[in-house]
Structures are given as C-alpha cells and as structure tokens.
C-alpha cells in the first residue's frame, strides 16, 4: 500500500501548481483523502479533504477560496490545485488516506501517508 505525491516545485508568487497523489495497492475509493502541509518550522496542518465519492470537500479557513481538492478514483488518484501562491505556501505537502468510514470529513485524523512534495514559492 503506497500513496505516493508529486508536482511541488519552486514557483514565484502569484503561480499556481497542481498537486498529485498516485494510489497503489489499494483502491482510492475506500479512503477519505486529505493534503496536509508542513512549513519550516511550524506544525503540520491540513489544508484540504475529500469525501470518498467526491462530492464533498473542506478547507480551514486560511486557505478557502485558492485551494482545490479533487479526485479521479478510476485513477486512483487525488490532486490539489493551489492557485495564487504567496511564499506562506512554501512547505512540504504530503497526501494522506482514511479509510475509518466513522470520521467527520474534516477530521484531522488519517492512517496512510505519502511522502511529501515540496512546494517552494519566492517572491
């Protein structure tokens, strides 16, 4: 079982990157996907996730409006959009999957997690 991330890159501020997260060994369908991030000295924070069908998504507040999560389960694949990059973005970003079907969609909580991707963004 594997979740494996990629497309960060260095950008200047204003561009935007998207995101990809490759399932394998598993089927995506059966887990709730989220991207979390991780700055420089700072915790790790989720900053979107997806309900397993699609149909629902949840983004904290400090991020609303430019993100975009999204999923193709017949690739078994999960991408963030990020649009409108500022250097606060720079951090790794890491998929990560759920499969508990009890967990609220904006849970934190999640038990499988790709490598991280990392996103630079210079001014």
């Known amino acids: 079982v594997q979740l494996q991330a990629c497309g960060g890159g260095s950008v200047q501020a204003g561009g935007s990157l998207r995101l990809s997260c490759a399932a394998s060994g598993l089927f995506l369908r059966m887990l709730r996907m989220g991207w979390f991030r991780q700055a420089p000295g700072k915790e790790r924070e989720l900053v979107a996730a997806?309900?397993?069908?699609?149909?629902?998504?949840y983004y904290p507040d400090s991020v609303k409006g430019r993100l975009t999560i999204s999923r193709d389960n017949a690739k078994n694949t999960v991408y963030l959009q990020i649009n409108s990059l500022s250097p606060e973005d720079t951090a790794v970003y890491y998929c990560a999957g759920d499969p508990d079907l009890r967990r609220a969609e904006n849970s934190a909580v999640f038990v499988l997690w790709g490598q991280g991707t990392l996103v630079t963004v210079s001014s």
């Open positions: 997806i309900s397993r069908d699609g149909g629902n998504a």
